[in-house]
């Protein structure tokens, strides 16, 4: 543990640094648990105060922050025991957030989805001074389990099911939440917690938007303002950025083209995974500051954590999430300029609908330029350090069809490689390895399911759309049959509960009941995803 305990008192110095440097990003500069709490935060975390990194960091304090780090430090040491004691006498702790153990008796599946939203369903939160929780103005959906606060892109799926069952006023409430947190901090963070902050998540918002029933012009163009301010955080320091030049989350490529990749405005271990972070960075040889950038930018994936990121496909110590600009990010980017333009021309603006529609154009071609690979079938990751595609094949490959953009050519021969390389006895796969990770094979995962059931439906590849959707659901109820639970992700190998990653799978659970409920529905009434080309 010696380089574990060094590698500590080389983040407490870097983390001043770090502030200083970016005190300009007002979401970054919010302070976090790690911040607030210091010496007492780093103790808890590193000695394993609670099985759950993320138990210390969700908890309330009970009185000032200042007043507890008085009586810490005056202490001056602490047991493992006397800590424990000293924190719950001080902080009121997270419940589990586990749903009730279901009862041997098991109602159809529909019906417990729709038992379960209320269970799930969480009221407006007001901020506690030394707290970690963001402002909530309206009602929300949390995934369940550990995941007590409402996240990014699982609200988007969790959303398609509570559509399905005829709760818009909370697809509404959810979409202005977000809407909040764009005018707030400029962005949608990973969720509702300040250590959060500093990133986002894939960018689903302009889907959720193309999920509401709401039809006037006013709130329209709030929520086309919102969608553009969101796309400006992602595209901030594209200008005037030269090849083979990366500022934040754009990268310009050889032709001068701009993509975005996935990053982290912080170098410093993740505050909910502490412990875990500083150990992947003492198995690393490369600086911790970056191993620490890598490991957070790979959770503003929402895949953390998957070979994709790994520079040897195989250890997390090579993660390298910040070199690589990836296949889902940019289709998404794709969805969001194509969502603006289409809402501009609503609004009757034809300069603003031009722009994106431009950037979309764009950001089409490059696409097809740098992550297809004709050879391979597929769309790949595109390591931009290197100037080399990525050769892992995943279910990324699939977001281009989500958006519309890419042709119907390019879709068949996806499509065909997913029948040969993806589809599994339970559903997609969301890779072809296993490294261990959760993101990686034996898992299947519902957001990943509808991405690519979506995309096939918008290009006519009705026959493998079927196929997946039929395998997953009998994978879905096959678990709820023997269980009684909804699972956050599956072995669809197998067909039962997954595992791997950081912590243990969760019970609850939003997308999987979003998911669940949009695939048994009839066609006619399912939203796609925004129109593309």
Known sequence: MSRL???TLAVTALASTVGA?????KAS??????????????????????????????????????????DYRAHRRFTDAELARFVRANFILPEAGATPTPSKARPPIKAHIVALWPRLTRPPVKPVAGGSALAMKRSFVVPGGRFREIYYWDSYFTMLGLKADGRDDLVESMIDNFGDLIGTYGHVPNGARTYYLSRSQPPFFFAMVGLSKATDPKTLKTRVDLMRREHAFWMEGADGLKPGQAHRRVVALAGGEVLNRYWDDRATPRDESYREDLE?????????????????????????FSSRWMANGES??????????PVDLNSLMYGLEKAIAEGCARLADAVCAREYGDRAAARAKAINLYLWDSAKGAFLDYQWTTAQRLDRLSAATLYPLFVGATDARQAHIVARKAWDELLAPGGLRTTTVRTGQQWDGPNGW??????????????GEDALAAEISKRWLATVEREYAASGKMLEKYDIEEAKAGGGGEYPTQDGFGWT?????????????????????
Do not use: C, H
């Open 5 to 7: 305990i060094f590698a």
């Open 21 to 25: 440097q970016e005190a300009t990003q």
């Open 29 to 70: 500069t919010i302070p976090t648990p790690a911040d607030t709490y210091q010496a007492l935060f780093q103790a808890v975390q590193i000695r394993r105060i609670f099985a759950d990194g993320k138990t210390f960091v969700d908890a309330v304090p009970k009185r000032p922050a200042d007043r507890i780090m008085a």
């Open 280 to 304: 992947t960075a003492a198995q690393s040889d490369r600086p911790a500051p970056d191993v620490f950038r890598d490991l957070r930018a790979g959770a503003e994936s929402g895949w953390d």
């Open 316 to 325: 997390l110590s090579t993660i390298q999430t910040t070199s690589i600009v």
């Open 446 to 459: 519902a957001p990943l399911q509808w991405v690519a059931v979506s995309g096939l439906r918008r290009y």
């Open 513 to 533: 009941n979003g998911v669940t409920r949009a695939l048994q529905e009839p066609l006619a009434t399912v939203r796609q995803a925004p129109s593309g080309r």
